[in-house]
């Protein structure tokens, strides 16, 4: 009778211990998806088009830059620009259309617009491999860009009004040729 108290007992207890070795995985993959969802979640995007105004005259080619808040709460959005090789970044000073610091609320997304023609003109173009978004704690979201695209902003052609930059008032203006 000893042998089979002791064999209920070794069973029972590797029962427990397998019980309670799930109730903790459970608990920690319940865990970890909670902190998950307190973490900003931006989705970044990349488009191109043109600005259209009252008239119907449309804007030089643009690259519009997105950035969509999937979380349930606001992101402060305090940066965007290019990614470059090695990790470096060039952040826009003052992106074109685009305030910041920008509080992006929940389920909303922000635009910002960089003309080709200053692409074509940039540097550094050439190590530029994709765009970001950064937040007021240093979270940043980035999007690689493919070759093709690039090619594409490189030969898209100037029709329509120019974006240009004033350097003594510090803001962008339209110039119609």
Partial sequence: MGQLSDTITIIIAVYGAVLAT???????VLGINELQKQLPKI?????SGSLIDRDG?????????EAYNNSQ?????TGCGWLALN??????????????PYTLEPHRKIETYFCCRWFRDLPYKEKIIGIFFVDD???QWNLKINKKQLQQWENAQSKGYLIEWNKNSQEFYRRDD
Avoid at 22 to 28: K, N
Avoid at 43 to 47: F, G, I, P
Avoid at 57 to 65: A, G, M, R, T
């Fill in 73 to 77: 709460f606001s992101v402060e959005i």
């Fill in 57 to 65: 005259k449309s804007s030089e080619p643009l690259i519009i830059f």
């Fill in 137 to 139: 704690s240093g979270n």
């Fill in 87 to 100: 990790r470096e970044r060039y952040q826009f000073i003052k992106p074109y259309l685009l305030k910041l």
């Fill in 43 to 47: 989705k970044v995007k990349l488009t």
């Fill in 22 to 28: 799930m109730g903790f995985g459970l608990s920690l």
